[in-house]
Nanobody, 118 residues
Framework: EVQLVESGGGLVQPGGSLRLSCAASGFTFSSSAMSWVRQAPGKGLEWVSSIYSRISNTYYADSVKGRFTISRDNAKNTVYLQMNSLKSQETDVYYC???????????WGQGTQVIVSS
């Protein structure tokens, strides 16, 4: 069974930084593209970033370009999201997702809460 476990969330001040981690198991991690998405209270899901498998090309939503960095460590079956210069409106639950070959989200983690507040 595919398992995705996010960690690293917490409370930070505006302008601060956090690094999120997603530990994966139950599939060949090195062959799968991965994504980060987020959800604000009462809102829909927002795509944040994706990273390909073998080529490791990266992609970002316009709202986070220049501030967030996605990376992966295939030896540890882990994908990361480094978040810098966080804004108060980015108080969301952040999820990682396994991406299929056709670009759909095959499965999700339980999420980790990020609170950006003074």
């Amino acid at each position: 069974e595919v398992q995705l476990v996010e960690s690293g969330g917490g409370l930070v001040q505006p302008g601060g930084s956090l690094r999120l981690s997603c530990a994966a198991s139950g599939f060949t991690f090195s062959s799968s593209a991965m994504s980060w998405v987020r959800q604000a209270p009462g809102k829909g899901l927002e795509w944040v970033s994706s990273i390909y498998s073998r080529i490791s090309n990266t992609y970002y939503a316009d709202s986070v370009k220049g501030r967030f960095t996605i990376s992966r460590d295939n030896a540890k079956n882990t994908v990361y999201l480094q978040m810098n210069s966080l804004k108060s409106q980015e108080t969301d639950v952040y999820y990682c997702a396994k991406v299929s070959g056709t670009g759909s989200y095959e499965c999700w983690g339980q999420g980790t809460q990020v609170i950006v507040s003074s």
